[in-house]
């Protein structure tokens, strides 16, 4: 298949474009700059984009946007996060309506935001969204792809958790510390992670578009959410090293701003109702072997 990839130089772009082109597929990057004989490419800041019709695209994953960890979130920040989902979902479902040859499925980045804050209890894709700045990324997130849906691609927005990867993200920042011994559980630990390996992610990615009865939200998680005290305590313990310095609350706030409630110390337990009704087998369902396949070399 042809594959349109936005987002293809981020963390899960990367490894995406890398197995999806071992699989024998063809992939073409959503480039942000016309270079060379660049044939798809836009600036969504602008809302333009070129898409070539001389070549038929059978799938689009639409990965890009502004990233939500990298520094405190400022109302400028913020309004990037924002923006560069929803105007650049909006940009490329427009241009992908207005095909001749339309993909046969769009599959578009959201996030388990879209719950808010949980606590103990586990939602699924049936359940209401939450409240918060994150919720309200998702929901616009989501309802972007508007035109895409309309114009009869097959659309799937994947609630992505924590995505648990080596090479960056949540997991390289808090290996980190644990390694130099000065790691421990952030606030009470109680709050709940919903986390995916990235094995586990590409690999939905790619049974997603080799089934057709899935659309809409789908949640990408593991089936095991745990605690953060649950967490560290494992990743602790894959390392070999001691986790006995915890970051207070206020501490978290401090340092981090707003980001600290919506990211650190909020509670989020997700199931993936929907991939477990299709029959996906996980390949690290339990996060200790996950850990290990991650870490350990």
């Known amino acids: ?50 898409l070539d019709e001389t070549v038929t695209i059978d799938v689009v994953i639409h990965l890009a946007g502004e990233n939500i960890a990298d520094s405190r979130w400022s109302e400028k920040k913020k309004q990037k996060i924002l923006q560069s989902r929803v105007i650049g979902t909006q940009v490329l479902c427009q241009a992908l309506a207005n095909l001749k040859h339309k993909p046969g499925l769009l599959i578009s980045g959201s996030a388990i935001g879209y719950y808010g804050e949980t606590g103990d209890t586990m939602v ?11 919720t309200d990324i998702a929901m616009q997130w989501e309802a972007a792809t508007q035109p895409a849906e309309q114009a009869g691609i097959r659309t799937v927005h994947i609630r992505t958790g924590i995505v648990l990867s080596p090479l960056g993200g949540v997991l390289q920042k808090m290996a980190l510390p ?6 421990g559980v952030v606030g009470n630990g109680q709050q709940y992670m919903s986390w995916v390996s990235i094995n586990d992610m590409i690999n939905m990615i790619e049974f997603i578009m080799e089934n057709n009865s899935l659309n809409g939200p789908v949640n990408m998680v593991s089936k095991s959410p745990v605690t953060n005290y649950t967490f560290t305590k494992t990743l602790g313990k894959v390392l070999g090293r001691p986790t006995l310095f915890p970051m207070p609350a206020f501490i978290a706030r401090l340092l981090f701003g707003e980001m600290a409630d919506a990211l650190l110390l909020s509670s989020s337990r997700v199931y993936p ?17 996950a850990l290990k396949d991650l870490l350990v070399k």
């Open 1 to 50: 298949m042809n594959v349109l990839i936005s987002g293809s130089t981020g963390l899960i772009g990367t490894a995406l474009t890398d197995t999806l082109v071992s699989a024998g597929h063809t992939v073409y990057p959503l480039l942000r700059n016309v270079s060379g004989d660049a044939i798809f490419y836009w600036n969504p800041e602008e809302k333009s984009i070129h």
């Open 124 to 134: 699924d894709e049936k359940s209401q969204p939450g409240s918060g700045f994150l």
């Open 273 to 289: 109702a929907k991939l477990e009704a299709e029959g996906y087998k996980y390949i690290n369902p339990d996060l200790e072997d």
């Open 178 to 183: 644990v390694k130099l011994g000065v790691g």
